[in-house]
T-cell receptor, first 113, second 111 residues
Framework: KAGVTQTPRYLIKTRGQQVTLSCSPISGHRSVSWYQQTPGQGLQFLFEYFSETQRNKGNFPGRFSGRQFSNSRSEMNVSTLELGDSALYLC????????????FGQGTRLTVV | AQRVTQPEKLLSVFKGAPVELKCNYSYSGSPELFWYVQYSRQRLQLLLRHISRESIKGFTADLNKGETSFHLKKPFAQEEDSAMYYCALRGASGGSYIPTFGRGTSLIVHP
């Protein structure tokens, strides 16, 4: 079956702009989590959605938001981009919230200039 | 606050040698601990979790609550084990139940 798909793979944005990233989970998976990976901070949890509801949230400012649709696809949005938002954004899907058997996408590489 | 520490950024061994990737954690409760692996040009994937007490690809990890450690071990390293390894903890934080990852250890197995 198809794995977790993230689009776009690469993105370049200017400071102050906003960006929306998309994640399509594995068929049948209803939970989607988002992560930010940077050389300085490593892999950090952003939030987790299940059944269109945010179930868990990491320690990121309100500029980072997400949503999940009825087909379990998820988007994350970052508003007022800062240079420090440049990172690899990963999404992972699992059957349910808190499931440890999470499958990761290949990520979206965001560069803010 | 929960924290995961992987003290070694890089671990270099020869094929057939034993491997131990260290992971220490800080958490005031009963943690869920995992190891993830990322091979070159592949996606991050779950390797094993402490609750299942399984051995995957010859790797094992034992939770030592006294030493707050969850080291990953393999008796005989193979070249295909070369990868980035991340230790992770899932626990309660600020009203959420979230995963926290270590910075990762790059394992290189020489022929």
């Amino acid at each position: 079956k198809a794995g977790v798909t993230q689009t776009p793979r690469y993105l370049i944005k200017t400071r102050g702009q906003q960006v929306t990233l998309s994640c399509s989970p594995i068929s049948g998976h209803r939970s989607v989590s988002w992560y930010q990976q940077t050389p300085g901070q490593g892999l950090q949890f952003l939030f987790e959605y299940f059944s269109e509801t945010q179930r868990n949230k990491g320690n990121f400012p309100g500029r980072f938001s997400g949503r999940q649709f009825s087909n379990s696809r998820s988007e994350m949005n970052v508003s007022t981009l800062e240079l420090g938002d440049s990172a690899l954004y990963l999404c992972a899907s699992s059957l349910g919230p808190g499931e440890t058997e999470a499958f990761f996408g290949q990520g979206t590489r965001l560069t803010v200039v | 606050a929960q924290r995961v520490t992987q003290p070694e950024k890089l671990l270099s061994v020869f094929k057939g040698a034993p491997v131990e990737l260290k992971c220490n954690y800080s958490y005031s409760g009963s943690p869920e601990l995992f190891w993830y692996v990322q091979y070159s040009r592949q996606r991050l994937q779950l390797l094993l979790r402490h609750i299942s007490r399984e051995s995957i690809k010859g790797f094992t990890a034992d939770l030592n609550k006294g030493e707050t450690s969850f080291h990953l071990k393999k008796p005989f390293a193979q070249e295909e084990d070369s990868a980035m390894y991340y230790c992770a903890l899932r626990g309660a934080s600020g009203g959420s139940y979230i995963p926290t990852f270590g910075r990762g250890t790059s394992l290189i197995v020489h022929p």
